[in-house]
């Protein structure tokens, strides 16, 4: 892990070009995993957690936990300074691979395009898609129906979409984390959302603060 934001956006430059933005993802999908961190009150413990569901029924077949320290204080652009390492000890415990990954964050709808879910793209080699709660790059408010989407845009590049998943919601923030086009990335987000938020991401979600409060 780099020691410095500095370090940490020369590395984000280096691997950027390595992100492939294109496809229809995995051909066989059996397993798809979310991945979310919880972040300790008052201190700087975080808690990843890793839920993989059975990408038919959506039901858990495994999950897993890491604790770890921030080593950083949060500064925008440089999430994964902060998460990654107790991101990789969770992937790590687990016992076979997912065919998907969703991180609770951004891909390359990032200032150097090149968000947490193209770190753990590249990491795992897994394809992986970055659905953010807030917007990390300006969008219009797309149309109510669950499927509409409007661009994030920076400047004249295309980097994401507003997607809603169900009628009426705020919408999520969809962008490619690796080995995925953004069509299929929606598709997929849509596949798995039977709230807001997509099943990946609730289960994690829950998870990690379920466990940062045993802390």
């Not at 070009?17 to 975080?46: C, E, M, N, Q």
């Not at 990408?55 to 770890?68: N, Q």
């Not at 129906?145 to 969809?174: C, M, Y």
């Amino acid at each position: 892990m780099p020691a410095t934001p500095d370090e940490a956006a020369a590395e984000q430059e280096r691997l950027r070009p390595l992100v492939d933005t294109t496809g229809p993802g995995p051909s066989d999908l059996r397993t798809v995993a979310g991945i979310d961190v919880a972040h300790r009150d008052g201190t700087d413990d975080v808690v990843a957690a890793v839920v993989v569901l059975d990408a038919v029924s959506l039901r858990p077949v495994e999950t897993r936990t890491a604790c770890g320290r921030a080593g950083h204080p949060y500064e925008p652009g440089f999430l994964a300074l902060r998460e990654l390492p107790a991101v990789s000890a969770a992937l790590e415990a687990l016992e076979r691979v997912p065919d998907l990954i969703v991180c609770d964050g951004a891909g390359v709808a990032h200032p150097r395009r090149f968000g947490l879910a193209c770190h753990v793209g590249l990491l795992t080699g897994v394809s992986t898609i970055g659905v953010a709660k807030s917007p990390p790059m300006p969008f219009e408010m797309p149309k109510p129906a669950r499927g509409s989407w409007t661009p994030q845009v920076d400047g004249d590049e295309v980097v994401g979409r507003a997607l809603r998943t169900q009628h009426g919601v705020q919408p999520v923030f969809v962008s490619v984390g690796h080995r995925i086009g953004l069509d299929a990335a929606c598709d997929q987000v849509l596949r798995l959302a039977r709230h807001r938020l997509p099943e990946t991401t609730r289960r994690a979600d829950r998870l990690a603060r379920d466990a940062a409060l045993r802390l």
